[in-house]
């Protein structure tokens, strides 16, 4: 502490130091240099004090937190934390969903085993074979994460950050998590995609059934990385199973667990609803912070799911791709986004959210938004996450709005004139994804047309809100950014449906513009 004042009045001093001898050059000369000498010396304890600081910072990151401490004097005791999502959760939407509430993040899924293999070729001054190892690994860059612009896992606008791997080898995983340590709060290991592609790999939650792995992935980084490791898993049949297996995780070094209340077999359509009396067993039987994972819709759910579970903070991924202002106005009394009085200052425990402007914008400004974000980063942000972002902030509308779907869909913007054109700013007419940007304006025009439509009918938003009758969820005026819920499923496994079934992915991506995003939709979410 006293490093860093020191330093900071030092640091000071030499702004006033070559302040005073300019001044002393220009109209004192011969005072110039006894001052010169004094300040000189001065100024060379300001060098020792650097050192001095520079060490002391290094002490510090060599203290490596654990637990409540890591949580609190890390992470800022976040509550409200947004899940990692394959070409989801990629910058851009980081720096939007912050602006609107959200304090933890994680970064899509990383491939340990692919990470490792880039990298290393990499090293290799061999230029063919870096071109082969990237066009290998195309998809895999998607998700991936871009040290080189200095954006990702900057301390300026994206922490705190947890970066998420997939992997079964204990060895290639801590060299993928070393590489990136320095970039982040904290490492986690997806012990929970349901999907095929982890059955194959051998990783998600298909590690459930290898204790004895999972252990020794989870052990390695806890002993051998300087951040913390934490866990995200999906709940067992059993309560008693469920809460074993978290403790196992806990043994072998997790500082936070993530539990999703849904089975390993409760994917796609029988996603169905998540348990959160297992969560709570769950956090009852451990004393590492622990976030619950399922069924976060509405605001109104956040505070539910925190008595329900007692946990320490709740996840969301779908709820809040749909609505980035899901949590919205929940840490501070002044909200940044809207900087509007926000009428609950702590999440309401109400049944029912209040629909205002800052839980439920127009969706067309947050796409808006979200397009300036892409346009101003120097890291690329992928046209398949642009596109569907873009489809599902403004869902609410695109059923209706035909036109604009079928040009959202067809839309078709060239991936190297978008890295080279990126930076320019939304307003530029030769940016490549400009349809987009038209495709959002003229929905920002419709939009407020009908918002100014639905005053005038002298009926309040409220008055505006109809249930669904599959769902029994309330369906918000189509302007408002809102969850969207498919009717589908009842979480119950039928056995045609569990874990063996496969994904159907069709081979034609033609057609409806919707029906395309429901299966791009499906083949990006490797993890849901
Ligand atoms: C588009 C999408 C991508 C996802 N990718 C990941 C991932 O990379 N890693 C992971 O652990 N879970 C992933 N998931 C699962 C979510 O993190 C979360 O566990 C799940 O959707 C349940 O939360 P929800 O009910 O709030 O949607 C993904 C989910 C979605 C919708």
């Not at 899901?326 to 999440?347: C, D, I, M, Q, R």
């Not at 995003?517 to 499906?522: P, Q, T």
Request: net charge positive; hydrophobic share 40%.
């Amino acid at each position: 502490m006293v490093f860093w004042i020191a330093s900071g009045v030092l640091n000071t001093w030499t702004f006033e130091y070559n302040s005073v001898l300019f001044v002393l050059r220009t109209f004192r000369p011969s005072l110039n240099n006894r001052a010169h000498t004094t300040l000189s010396s001065l100024n060379r304890f300001r060098s020792l004090f650097t050192l001095f600081q520079g060490m002391a910072a290094a002490s510090e990151t060599r203290k490596k937190l654990a637990g409540y401490e890591f949580y609190r004097e890390v992470l800022g005791s976040p509550k409200y934390v947004v899940a990692p999502m394959v070409d989801q959760s990629e910058l851009a939407w980081r720096r939007l969903s912050r602006r609107y509430g959200a304090q933890l993040i994680y970064t899509p899924m990383i491939n340990a085993k692919a990470r490792q293999m880039t990298v290393s070729r990499r090293a290799n001054t061999d230029f063919l074979s870096q071109m082969w190892t990237e066009q290998k690994h195309q998809s895999y860059r998607v998700g991936a994460f871009d040290i080189a612009s200095g954006e990702e896992g900057s301390l300026e606008g994206d922490r705190p950050l947890i970066i998420q791997f997939c992997g079964n080898d204990p060895e290639k995983l801590l060299k993928a998590a070393k590489d990136l340590e320095g970039h982040c709060d904290a490492v986690d290991i997806n012990l929970g995609c349901p999907q095929d592609i982890a059955k194959k790999g051998k990783y998600g939650a298909f590690l459930m059934d290898d204790w004895d792995l999972v252990y020794r992935l989870i052990n390695i980084l806890h002993e051998n990385l300087s951040i913390p490791v934490t866990a995200k898993f999906r709940v067992f049949p059993t309560v008693e199973k469920t809460v074993e297996y978290a403790k196992m995780l806990e043994r072998a070094g997790a500082q936070i667990l993530t539990c999703h209340g849904r089975l390993r077999e409760q994917r796609g359509q029988n996603a169905g609803l998540a348990d959160w009396s297992k969560i709570r067993a769950v956090k009852e039987a451990v004393s590492v912070p622990v976030f619950a994972n399922g069924n976060i819709l509405f605001q109104s759910d956040i505070q539910r799911c925190l008595e329900e579970t007692g946990c320490d903070g709740v996840m969301s991924a779908e709820g809040q791709l749909y609505n980035v202002a899901l949590f919205n106005g929940l840490v501070s009394a002044v909200s940044p986004a809207t900087e509007e009085t926000p009428s609950t200052s702590s999440a309401s425990s109400s049944s029912i959210t209040p629909i205002t402007p800052l839980t439920h914008p127009n969706h067309a400004d947050l796409a808006l938004e979200y397009l300036e974000i892409a346009h101003s980063l120097r890291t690329r942000t992928a046209i398949s996450a642009i596109k569907g972002h873009l489809f599902k902030i403004m869902r609410p509308a695109l059923s209706r709005e035909t036109d604009l779907r079928e040009r959202l869909g067809r839309a078709k913007v060239d991936q190297k004139a978008w890295e080279r054109g990126r930076g320019r700013g939304i307003a530029d007419e030769d940016s490549p994804i400009r349809e987009y940007v038209s495709v959002c304006r003229e929905m920002k025009v419709r939009m407020d047309k009908a918002r100014k439509e639905g005053s005038l009918s002298g009926k309040t938003l409220e008055e505006l809100v109809e249930v669904d009758e599959k769902t029994g969820l309330r369906v918000l005026p189509h302007w408002l950014a809102q969850p969207y819920v498919r009717g589908v499923g009842n979480g119950k496994v039928k056995e045609k449906d569990a874990v063996d079934q496969p994904v159907v992915i069709p081979a034609k991506r033609s057609g409806d513009p919707e029906t395309v995003l429901e299966d791009v939709g499906k083949r990006v979410k490797l993890c849901a």
